[in-house]
């Protein structure tokens, strides 16, 4: 069974400052790895899309880098806004189904 | 586009009553369609998801139940709700079964009393 597990639960960053986001999960027979962004009471906002043979992917600020055989993947968020306060979610993508982490919750303080 | 409806966006129910939560999604054919639950402080749960009209693959044990009607309809119900039912529902649909990117709705939310 896929566990997906992201790290730091919470984080809380004056604005400007870059963001760092970390997931790992056990199983590296994925076929792709995407990041949401929730916000609260809200649905998932799809962020990045990173198929299994890409090592990474960009859009605007964020970055998404993917270590399928280590079972990695990061997101770098550059120069942090209060707007990009939300909860980031990874989720991996094997046996037919997205497995989700339980999410790391920003706070980006202006 | 497309786009994917979820209704209602709120739901209060006493224990024991039925459930009826619908999606529906638009500007797209033969979509490939999920139920995520996500419990307060949990991350996502799949429930269910759908490869075509009548086929439904349950992924966990429970009070619920789901149907797909049509081909870019999904139905999730309950005959009767538990409090352990409460929760925020999140209806999902991909293109590719093997390679799965998902978009999400709005989601409803279930509170069971």
């Known amino acids: 069974k896929q566990e997906v597990t992201q790290i730091p639960a919470a984080l809380s960053v004056p604005e400007g400052e870059n963001l760092v986001l970390n997931c790992s999960f056990t199983?590296?027979?994925?076929?792709?790895l995407q990041w949401f962004r929730q916000d609260p009471g809200k649905g998932l906002t799809s962020l990045l899309l990173?198929?299994?043979?890409?090592r990474e992917q960009t859009s605007g600020r964020l970055n998404a880098s993917l270590d399928k055989s280590s079972g990695r993947s990061t997101l770098y968020i550059a120069a942090s806004q209060p707007g990009d306060s939300a909860t980031y979610l990874c989720?991996?993508?094997?046996?037919?189904?997205?497995?989700f982490g339980a999410g790391t919750t920003v706070t980006v303080r202006a | 586009s497309q786009t994917i409806h979820q209704w209602p966006a709120t739901l209060v129910q006493p224990v024991g009553s039925p459930l009826s939560l619908e999606c529906t999604v638009e500007?797209?054919?033969?979509?490939?369609l999920y139920w995520y639950r996500q419990a307060a402080g949990r991350g996502l749960q799949l429930l269910f998801y759908?490869?075509?009209?009548?086929?439904i693959s349950s992924e966990v044990p429970q009070n619920l139940s789901a149907s797909r009607p049509q081909d870019r309809q999904f139905i999730l119900s309950s005959k009767k709700l538990l409090l352990s039912d409460s929760g925020f529902y999140l209806c999902?649909?991909?293109?590719?079964?093997?390679?799965?990117?998902?978009?999400f709705g709005e989601g409803s939310r279930l509170t069971v009393l």
């Open positions: 500007g797209t054919s033969n979509p490939n």
């Open positions: 990173i198929q299994s043979s890409q």
């Open positions: 989720a991996v993508f094997n046996d037919y189904k997205l497995s």
């Open positions: 199983d590296s027979a994925i076929y792709n």
């Open positions: 999902a649909w991909g293109r590719d079964l093997n390679t799965g990117e998902l978009f």
């Open positions: 759908s490869v075509g009209i009548g086929q």
